[in-house]
Structures are given as structure tokens and as C-alpha cells.
């Protein structure tokens, strides 16, 4: 009982630390204002459809992921092919708007490293959630214990 009490507040004490690192690199990934999102054969005709729009980027090769980011008066648009090669322009703010919108709406913030965050703050939660019930448990241990030895000796 007394290592896994040692454990678990080692686990306590770490998950104490990751969840306000988890906030603020989730706060800095929503400042960033990155989303990505994975081309899959369900998007990828409409993807490429509205990217032809454009005449600077080219849609010869098959593409793995798309991402944007705003910045000032003008987006970044990211793409990453299949083939693990990547391009990055920027556009105005009127270039493209219905693509910077899907991507928007459909694409994930902050893309993997986020995903990463999220999980390791949902962790750390649960940590500390589990880690204050065993104490609680603990504590109402001893005292019913404490009761019953007060009870034995009266009797």
C-alpha cells in the first residue's frame, strides 16, 4: 500500500505540473489561429477543385493535408503532399475565402501537437481526480478504523 501511495502522488505531482504547461500551450495554440485538415477521398476533389482557382499552386500531386493561418490583411494556406514535400503561400484575405472557410470549419486546431495537449491535460485531470479520491477513500479508511478500535475498546 505504501508504494502505491508513493506512486501515486509521484503521479499527482506531475499531473500538477502538466495541466497549467496544458493550458497555456492550448491558449498560445489558439492565439496561432493554425487550422489543419487531413484530405481524405471524400474532400480531396473539392479541395483540389477550389484550390485550382488559384493559378500559383499547384495541384499535380496527390494532397496529404492542408492547413491556413490568418495574419495580418493576408492567410497563410499550407500544403503538404503525399509524397512528404511541402509548400506554403500567402494570400490575400479575398484569395480563396470559401477554401480558408472549409478549412476553418472542417479542419482541426493547432493539428497533432494540440491533439497531443488536449490528451495530456485530460490525463493530468484525471490524475488529480483519481489521486483526491484515493486520499478521501484513505482518510475514511482510518477513521472507520479509528471508530471500530474506539468501539472494541469500550466494549
Known sequence: ????NKNFKIAFIIALILIPICIFLSFIYALKGQYYLKVTSK??????????????ISTDKKINKIGNMQGLGDWELYIEYADGSKEEDTLDDGDLHELYMYIKQNGKLGGT???IVDYTFITSVGIVILYSI??????????????????NKQV
Not at 500500500?1 to 502505491?4: A, D, I, P, T
Not at 474532400?43 to 500559383?56: A, P, R, T
Open 1 to 4: 500500500m505504501n508504494s502505491l
Open 43 to 56: 474532400n480531396e476533389d473539392y479541395i483540389v477543385k477550389m484550390l485550382g482557382e488559384n493559378q500559383d
Open 113 to 115: 501537437k494540440k491533439t
Open 134 to 151: 484515493y486520499k478521501i477513500c484513505m482518510h475514511v479508511n482510518k477513521k472507520t478504523d479509528e471508530i471500530i478500535k474506539n468501539n
